[in-house]
């Protein structure tokens, strides 16, 4: 067993161009003053720091690390979730997805995916040099539409898109392991790496892996309806990243797991700040110990009710209280009666 570090906060969702959020250190101060101990750093905004830059100079590595560090704060990983996103998209989703990449490539799918590539390699190099284990992403999707699927699928489509998601993804995960990085995709709805039937398919098309792994965020599988419990029990050898947030779903007669196209205030299913929904932490953080998960429990603040600073003020206090830390003792050590191989043989009666 080990214990869970933290806590630490996912800084997507806070950027901003007003104080205290509008750049690395003025963020990292408040979120040091408020308790937290490192940040998980969105790799695409340049008001956190420039990727390319942290690749390609252990210097400017260094001194952003030292610059946190002097705050009190670690960074837990790196997140490439918006540029890994198009290192697989179908072409119905290209306009919307063209906002992930820079303006020079929007209608150009092919340049974009290159681009992203390229990002997704750069933060295996940026990660080394920061001294981190593992960066956060999604998989990207080629299947999505077909969740669903009416008409049916035609045979052998499921096999022939993993087969290439498979093929764009093996070449970059040969190069996070000639770095020593491990990528944590988030299983998460729109990306066909979703659930454990998804990661596992996408697994045997990039032969195993060891450097493919999960983001383990039990949200996600509250909205899906799925054992997010007995999830980690089938994957916790995998799981190298943890998001900590909340959910709820709420049974309705009008709508289901999809949504109904509806804003997230009015999905039976939506995200909460944490300890306004019904995720059972207390579950996920004794069985990621008693797994030996000894990363960084995450805040991913997100929530349709709550106004972030109050969620992430809160959410400090909350980490702390689940922490466990693990014991290195036996409860009933005290009326142990020692090691007696004689003793041992008298109580078997041999």
């Known amino acids: ?7 630490a906060i996912f800084l997507a ?25 490192a940040v998980q750093i969105p790799t695409w905004d340049s008001r956190c720091l420039n990727l390319q830059k942290i690749a390609e100079s252990k210097t400017y590595a260094d001194e952003i690390k030292g610059s946190l560090m002097d705050m009190g704060l670690e960074i837990s990983e790196l997140s490439v979730h918006l540029q890994s996103q198009l290192v697989a998209t179908h072409p119905a989703y290209d306009s919307m997805f063209d ?8 209608n150009n799918p092919k340049a974009r995916t290159e681009w992203a590539v390229d990002q997704v390699k750069l933060a ?27 008409p049916q699928r035609p045979a052998g489509l499921v096999e022939d898109g993993f087969n290439e998601l498979g093929k764009r993804w093996l070449p970059i995960l040969d190069e996070y392991d000639r770095h020593g990085i491990d990528i944590a995709y988030e299983l998460h709805p729109g990306e066909d790496l979703h659930d454990g039937v998804t990661f596992e398919r996408f697994l045997d098309t990039v032969q195993q892996h060891n450097r493919a792994n999960i983001l383990y965020d039990p949200s996600h599988f509250v909205l899906q309806q799925l054992d ?4 980690i029990d089938f994957y916790h050898e995998r799981i190298k990243a943890f998001h ?12 289901g797991v999809y949504g109904g196209y509806q804003d997230w205030i009015d999905r ?51 980490v702390n209280r689940h922490i466990i830390q693990v014991t290195k003792k036996t409860f009933d050590d005290f009326a142990n009666a020692g090691a007696d191989s004689e003793l041992n043989k008298k109580i078997l009666g041999i």
């Open 124 to 150: 295996a190099k940026a990660s080394k040099n920061l001294g981190l284990k593992t960066v956060a992403a999604f998989s990207g999707s080629l299947l999505w539409h077909t969740v669903y699927p009416w």
């Open 268 to 318: 039976p299913g939506r995200f909460r700040s944490l300890g306004d929904g019904q995720v059972d932490f207390k579950g996920i953080f004794t069985k990621l110990s008693r797994y030996g998960f000894d990363g960084w429990a995450v805040i991913e603040w997100e929530c349709c009710i709550k106004d972030p600073v109050q969620g992430a003020t809160e959410g400090v206090d909350f």
């Open 244 to 255: 900590v947030k909340d959910a709820e779903f709420l049974k309705n007669g009008k709508s």
């Open 1 to 7: 067993m080990k214990t869970i570090k933290g806590p």
């Open 99 to 106: 906002g992930f990449a820079p303006a020079a490539l929007h």
């Open 228 to 231: 997010y419990l007995q999830f």
């Open 13 to 37: 969702q806070f950027m901003d161009d007003k104080e205290p959020f509008n750049n690395l250190t003025n963020i990292g101060k408040w979120l040091s003053e408020l308790g937290y101990k």
